[in-house]
């Protein structure tokens, strides 16, 4: 499974990683805190390893543009952590120009699929589409 590398890039404060959970069905994001177990860092749980520094929801926004509506956790990764998806697909790595490097992978959870969405990765990830999968989830 490829590896993604957290950097600072796109609309930010600094190196950190933007985890985001899309339910595929819904074609909606969800809040990510259920689905924080599958993130992993070598191999120990991501969350073990790194503080949240902004939970999903209602917040003020940390820079110019950002939103006031948070649609994932971000953690205080220092760039080039790398990052992984357990028991994900993935799917691809995009550039956007206020998340940066973005790389998809997707998965399922109890019958339903769903796609992690990592942002602001480091020029390590590999860019290999114009946007998001739309048709290669799980």
Not at 30 to 55: A, C, E, R, W, Y
Not at 72 to 94: E, H, M, N, W
Not at 97 to 116: L, T
């Amino acid at each position: 499974m490829p590896i993604f590398y957290t950097g600072a890039s796109g609309l930010g404060t600094g190196a950190h990683l933007d985890f985001r959970v899309h339910d595929v069905e819904k074609d909606a994001y969800v809040d990510p805190t259920n689905f924080q177990d599958i993130l992993m860092s070598g191999d120990k749980p991501l969350v073990d390893q790194f503080s949240m520094t902004s939970p999903y929801g209602t917040r003020s926004a940390p820079v110019a543009g950002a939103s006031t509506f948070h649609q994932g956790i971000d953690y205080a990764t220092p760039a080039g952590t790398p990052v992984s998806i357990q028991g994900g697909k993935y799917l691809t790595t995009f550039n956007d120009e206020k998340g940066g490097r973005i790389s998809q992978y997707g998965f399922e959870r109890d019958g339903k699929k769903y796609e992690a969405i990592l942002l602001h990765g480091s020029d390590q990830n590999k860019i290999l589409s114009d946007s998001a999968v739309t048709d290669g989830v799980s």
